[in-house]
């Protein structure tokens, strides 16, 4: 399904009943919304959520800023994190929700502090998910570094050969790495949009728009902070620096979890936000 939102079209599918929780699920840097797994939409529908899970702006099949370009370092982004927070506003306009529970993963959690931040009376619960207030709270490990400012690959196999390199160094290290789920799961990606430059125009809207701590102290909603202790790419420190910023914010965190989502612990996170969603 396609939405025509704040002057973008953005992509989006539904799992659950229309009359469930409304719960909206927003991705990270680059990501595309197949990187929520379906099965943990539907893990999360079955709690009596309606589920929705969307592609960004410059991420798989919602509009791309080609004209764009990809940034040149130091100039000033054609876009930043205010402007995916007003996108996923218009989006919940167009699904007719007056506000909705609110989870973000990696810059989908920025996406939704901003949002929280923004537009306070449209979020009703709010989940961060590894991620943080800001790009220079937590700073990658050198490895994680490297990765995410890497050139990117070009052809599908160097594509799907580079995911694997790129979350066995940032994935979890206390959970095994299925090398062939994730080539599985590139090679869709790459199929639906190989768009390098769309994330680099992401990176730059992330490091264009500053540190949240202070505006975070305004949001009043029910807040959970979900965190890997192995994380590299954005470590432990932004979970934690998440949770102190927002009042009563409560704060998870998971040994052996890295920068992504690992199977084993979904059911921990589907009765950590159901239970924040329905209190």
């Not at 939102?5 to 009943?17: L, T």
């Amino acid at each position: 399904m396609r939405a025509a939102a704040n002057g973008i079209d953005i992509a989006y599918e539904s799992f659950g009943s229309p009359a469930g929780r409304p719960l909206l699920l927003i991705m990270g840097l680059g990501a595309q919304l197949i990187q929520w797994d379906e099965t943990l939409c539907e893990l999360l529908a079955e709690q009596g959520h309606h589920v929705v899970r969307f592609d960004n702006r410059d991420a798989g099949l919602s509009t791309h800023l080609h004209e764009h370009g990809a940034p040149a370092m130091g100039a000033a982004p054609p876009y930043l994190l205010d402007d995916l927070a007003d996108d996923t506003a218009a989006l919940m306009d167009v699904l007719g929700w007056t506000a909705a529970h609110i989870v973000g993963a990696s810059m989908g959690g920025m996406i939704a502090q901003t949002l929280a931040i923004r537009h306070p009376e449209r979020v009703l619960t709010l989940t961060s998910i590894m991620s943080t207030p800001g790009p220079s709270i937590a700073p990658p490990t050198e490895a994680a570094a490297a990765i995410l400012m890497g050139r990117p690959a070009q052809g599908r196999e160097a594509v799907l050969e580079q995911a694997v390199r790129t979350w066995s160094t940032i994935g979890s290290p206390g959970y095994e790495v299925d090398q062939e789920r994730i080539k599985a799961l590139a090679g869709l990606a790459y199929d639906r949009c190989f768009d390098p430059a769309g994330t680099a125009r992401q990176l730059a809207a992330i490091m264009g728009s500053g540190d949240r701590t202070a505006a975070l102290a305004r949001v009043k909603v029910p807040t959970l902070v979900l965190h890997g202790e192995a994380d590299p790419l954005v470590p432990l420190v932004g979970g934690q620096a998440t949770a102190a910023a927002i009042p009563g914010a409560r704060l998870v965190t998971y040994p052996g979890m890295g920068h992504d989502l690992p199977r084993e612990l979904w059911p921990s996170f589907v009765t950590e936000i159901t239970k924040l969603t329905s209190a």
